[in-house]
């Protein structure tokens, strides 16, 4: 079973701070799952990567803050 | 509730001035503003100082009895205002509603930030501290990709507005070129706008504001003493409104419309009774392209998603129906996030007196600036007229 959620909206980060530097470029979205918008990180981009807002992406994780982690989605329909 | 009138500006040029130290910056914007005010500086009852990050920046804080003591001020109260990028808005109202009170008859209010000289990255997190440090920042969401993220989803709601994002830019470059304190004078196209370095998609490096240092200063006071004190155009501040929303990006009700906006620029308007067509120019916070799109359909120059048209058409433009930026704004003037309120103030004054030289604007009587901090958690409106 795929947790899923949609971009509510998105952008793929060139430049970041210090802390972030190695891992541009990198995305950043508000995803929407039910009535909830959060902010998330999106793994696994790569230039291939067409985003939309509306587009389905799977919840992997959260990091040791608590930030909720996705990935694009690859789950079957 | 008294009238109360600005009788003195001061700016230092805007840019990147390793040599010059936070004192050195105040001490420049904020005699200046008491010359142009031209009384001594015993009739000073108050300063309302604005900085935002100089702990983080520059190892400084308690910048209200630096201020106080560069400019020789004596014992009077000194305090500091911080609220992000519209800290120098904020300071301004403060400083307004003691003199409106009765409390005070004569104040000072400067803003000085000092960040040029730190490296991108370090500014960058420096900034960060305006937004949710552990919830935004710590996963990555600078300023640039917060405003990104706001451009989004208002391409999707409204919109591809990509070309008029790069035209606001163009614009204000094109006005700073006329301002001899802005920070840049660099004529752009829509084409360098559109293929800058990427920051954050769709924003490249020419949708985003400077990093600046700078210092803007202004002396207010009682309409009724600024009369026998004052030998130039009386400026009223005749309105003024305050309003907030969440900090955090993903809690606002909305992304394409700021909630901080429109509230304090209805503030503002019922104050000084007047409406958005009453505006003859107007300074707005173009921290990003994106924002001064949002920006000039939230104060109610143009309708929700009709901000792009009003910008391609070129009303906008300094010879438009309602210039926007006439200074060169955030974009190309500068953004020493301190001062940058105050500045805006600065040139709404010197547009209202007459003394914009080459870029003066044959219309201007009643002017308004727009300031927000954060992702426009905090916002100030106020609204000038010339006497």
């Known amino acids: 079973m795929c947790r899923r959620g949609t971009l509510f909206t998105y952008s793929v980060v060139h430049s970041g701070m210090d802390a972030f530097k190695d891992q541009t470029p990198y995305v950043v979205a508000l995803v929407k799952e039910g009535q909830q918008?959060?902010?998330?990180?999106?793994?696994?981009?790569?230039?291939?990567?067409?985003?939309?807002?509306?587009?389905?992406?799977?919840?992997?994780a959260e990091d040791q803050e608590g930030h909720p982690i996705y990935r694009f989605s690859s789950c079957p329909e | 509730m008294r009238s109360v009138s600005v009788i003195g500006i001061g700016e230092t040029r805007m840019g990147r001035f390793p040599e010059r130290s936070l004192r050195d910056l105040i001490r420049e914007a904020g005699e200046t503003a008491l010359n142009d005010a031209g009384i001594e500086r015993s009739v000073i009852q108050a300063l309302f100082m604005s900085n935002f990050n100089a702990q983080f920046l520059n190892g400084q804080g308690h910048i209200g009895p630096l201020a106080a003591e560069v400019l020789g001020l004596g014992t009077i109260p000194a305090i500091r205002v911080e609220g992000a990028c519209a800290s120098g808005s904020l300071a301004f109202r403060q400083a307004l509603i003691a003199v409106a009170s009765g409390l005070y008859d004569v104040v000072l209010v400067g803003g000085v930030e000092k960040m040029a000289h730190l490296s991108t990255e370090s500014v960058t997190e420096g900034i960060a501290s305006a937004s949710d440090f552990a919830q935004e920042a710590a996963l990555g969401a600078t300023f640039p990709a917060l405003f990104a993220m706001i451009a989004n989803r208002y391409f999707h709601e409204y919109g591809n507005v990509r070309e008029a994002m790069a035209i606001c830019a163009v614009q204000n470059h094109e006005n700073a070129l006329l301002n001899p304190d802005a920070q840049l004078h660099k004529q752009i196209t829509v084409e360098?706008?559109?293929?800058?370095?990427?920051?954050?998609?769709?924003?490249?490096?020419?949708?985003?504001?400077?990093?600046s240092d700078g210092s803007a200063f202004v002396v207010l006071a009682a309409t009724d003493v600024a009369r026998t004190v004052c030998s130039k155009r009386l400026v009223e501040v005749v309105g003024s409104g305050h309003a907030g929303d969440t900090l955090t990006l993903a809690s606002k009700g909305s992304l394409t419309t700021f909630a901080a906006t429109v509230s304090a620029a209805k503030q503002a308007y019922a104050m000084a009774g007047v409406g958005p067509a009453d505006i003859h120019f107007a300074e707005v916070h173009d921290c990003f392209t994106i924002t001064q799109l949002i920006n000039i359909e939230d104060l109610g120059f143009f309708s929700k998603g009709t901000?792009?048209?009003?910008?391609?058409?070129?009303?906008?433009?300094?010879?438009?129906?309602?210039?926007?930026?006439?200074s060169g704004g955030l974009k190309a003037k500068g953004h020493p996030i301190g001062a940058t309120g105050l500045s805006q103030i600065f040139e709404v004054v010197t547009q209202l007196r007459g003394e914009g030289g080459a870029r003066q604007l044959p219309r201007a009587d009643v002017g308004l600036t727009h300031n927000i901090g954060g992702t426009a958690a905090t916002c100030v409106v106020n609204i000038f007229r010339g006497r």
């Open chain 2, 307 to 326: 901000g792009a048209f009003g910008v391609t058409d070129g009303k906008t433009a300094a010879s438009g129906l309602i210039p926007i930026n006439v």
């Open chain 1, 37 to 60: 918008i959060r902010l998330a990180r999106v793994e696994g981009y790569t230039d291939r990567h067409e985003l939309v807002v509306g587009m389905d992406v799977d919840f992997m």
């Open chain 2, 192 to 211: 360098h706008v559109k293929n800058g370095l990427p920051i954050a998609d769709p924003l490249t490096i020419y949708d985003c504001s400077l990093v």
